[in-house]
């Protein structure tokens, strides 16, 4: 049976992708089909009625940005990359985005703006919240990290403010990103798990919704939240047809399906992750999701203090992992570079990275103050001054000191998950756009000491073609065999750890540490 293509709308929190693909003979086959880069978008924030404060710089009036994300435009990306497929016989599209963000729906639309995580309208109100249920007790129910941009503390965000109050009242459904673009593809709501697992209304054991956390948030926002979530679905689900005024996929007997895949980006990049017995992964793009696959959460309170979170994965699993800022701030570093520095691109500041001294500098790139966006080089060249360390400034040295100290967190990571989870770990899977930096994958088989594999770069967007074809009964049930698939379908490289982990015990004494807890 030739079957139609499978076509996977990935959208990271910087660049998306289409990507069509089959799986034959069980070979992902798969073809880009756009690619564009997007960033949140910040807007000054000015006080209510506060005329004078018009003239005066953002800054001196103590108020932060509020920032948003481009939805139509990424909404303008995908259907002009679904119409490029009119010709061709689409099977079903999935979609998944970074975790966390939602919108409203009324009156069949979108209503509003869509808020960044990176908006820190949610400060004060998160501390809150926690403080009045207890950030024990908030742990063991939801088994979330402590995030401020977790939904639960958005929403209570949007309570707090007048204007996204009233939206928050007239709103038939909160949904969130992946769902709300599938509502737009085929006009049907639901909540896909793995992605509501993100939320912090999630009862991580029954995997349900958390009625006892969604009634206390309701409270504190005056609405009953229960009622505007919509019903979870799991992965694989056929939620709909694509609506042909958005394009004409399929046939005109059947038109393309919508199936919820894993909608978590960092889900779909796990059932990607070629992992072997022992091994942890390492999620990495804009953020380097670093953890191990369970199969029950675990909530202990050094759990907590570690900051590790219980998301949900496919077949049952859990996702325990921890967030690092990844190559966001390597990212970001490059981006002010680059104002001196036009000529500058990302593989030229890697392979600068590589010829710098190592482990001069090392500093915690999971500080807060790397949260937002702006000006990264001196939060960097701040917290080497904070620690008596070398001030980097040359172009190469601030790369190597990114990339050298997100290795370092890499391998806290895996180990605090090791231990915290009491498992073994030998080895470490590394997938995502972040693995291109090979500097990196080997400076994290050197600082675990332990071998590394690395890839697929596209584990995202694979996961979700995978998660379709399973869906269609194009390949087994098994996760593992997904897994095999991955293995037979992409190179994989390998890592032997060069340096002494010595170097980086001791480096790692260097560092600065924040404690959020
Ligand atoms: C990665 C990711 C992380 C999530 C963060 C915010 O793209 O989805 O898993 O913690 O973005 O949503």
Not at 234 to 242: D, K, M
Not at 262 to 278: F, K, N, W, Y
Not at 442 to 462: I, N, R, S
Request: proline share 4%; net charge negative.
């Amino acid at each position: 049976r030739m079957m139609g293509a499978l076509v996977a709308v990935d959208l990271g929190a910087s660049s998306g992708r289409v990507v069509a693909g089959r799986v034959v003979d069980s070979v992902v086959q798969s073809r880009e089909i756009a690619r564009f880069s997007h960033a949140p978008i910040q807007f000054p924030r000015y006080g209510k009625h506060d005329d004078a404060a018009g003239a005066r710089p953002l800054s001196d009036t103590g108020r932060v940005p509020a920032i948003h994300w481009d939805l139509p435009r990424l909404w303008q990306k995908t259907v002009l990359a679904l119409r490029t497929l009119e010709n061709t016989d689409v099977a079903s599209i999935g979609v998944d985005t970074w975790g966390v963000d939602y919108g409203f729906v009324a009156e069949g639309e979108v209503l509003g703006a869509i808020r960044s995580y990176r908006d820190q309208r949610t400060e004060g109100v998160a501390g809150e919240f926690v403080r009045t249920v207890g950030a024990q007790e908030l742990y063991q129910v939801t088994g979330l990290q402590m995030q401020t941009f977790n939904t639960i503390f958005q929403l209570l965000a949007d309570g707090k403010n007048e204007a996204r109050r009233a939206e928050l009242a007239v709103a038939e459904k909160i949904l969130l990103l992946p769902d709300l673009l599938n509502f737009l593809l085929c006009g049907v709501m639901a909540a896909e798990l793995t992605n509501a697992s993100t939320t912090g209304l999630i009862d991580p054991v029954h995997r349900t919704w958390n009625s006892s956390v969604i009634e206390r948030m309701g409270k504190a926002v005056g609405q009953d939240l229960g009622v505007k979530l919509p019903d979870l679905v799991q992965a694989g689900n056929c939620l709909g047809y694509l609506n042909q005024d958005v394009a004409q996929l399929g046939t005109t007997a059947s038109p393309a399906r919508i199936i919820n895949v894993a909608s978590h980006d960092t889900a779909s990049a796990v059932i990607a992750a070629p992992l072997i017995e022992r091994s942890a992964y390492i999620s990495c793009g804009t953020w380097s999701l670093v953890g191990v696959e369970l199969d029950s959460p675990v909530v202990t309170e050094a759990s907590r203090k570690a900051n590790f979170t219980n998301e949900l994965g496919v077949d049952g699993t859990v996702r325990y992992l921890k967030n690092i800022m990844g190559m966001w701030v390597f990212n970001g570093c490059l981006a002010q570079l680059r104002e001196y520095h036009p000529d500058l691109t990302v593989d030229k500041l890697s392979e600068a990275a590589r010829s710098a001294p190592a482990l001069r500098t090392v500093i915690d790139i999971n500080h807060p103050v790397f949260t937002h966006p702006g000006d990264m080089c001196q939060r960097i060249q701040e917290l080497a001054q904070l620690s008596d360390q070398p001030v980097p400034e040359t172009p190469a040295e601030i790369a190597r000191c990114v990339v050298d100290s997100l290795a370092l967190a890499h391998a806290r990571a895996v180990k605090e998950a090791a231990a915290l989870a009491n498992v073994d770990i030998s080895s470490v899977t590394m997938v995502g756009g972040g693995i291109k930096n090979t500097l990196l994958c080997q400076l994290t088989a050197d600082a675990c000491g332990c071998p590394v594999t690395a890839g697929p770069v596209e584990a995202t967007a694979t996961g979700n073609l995978l998660i379709q074809a399973r869906a269609h009964g194009d390949v087994g049930e098994d996760l593992s065999e997904l897994r095999n698939i991955v293995r037979s379908s992409f190179d994989l490289i390998h890592f032997e750890p060069e340096s002494s982990v010595e170097e980086w015990r001791s480096a790692e004494r260097r560092v600065f540490t924040h404690h959020f807890l």
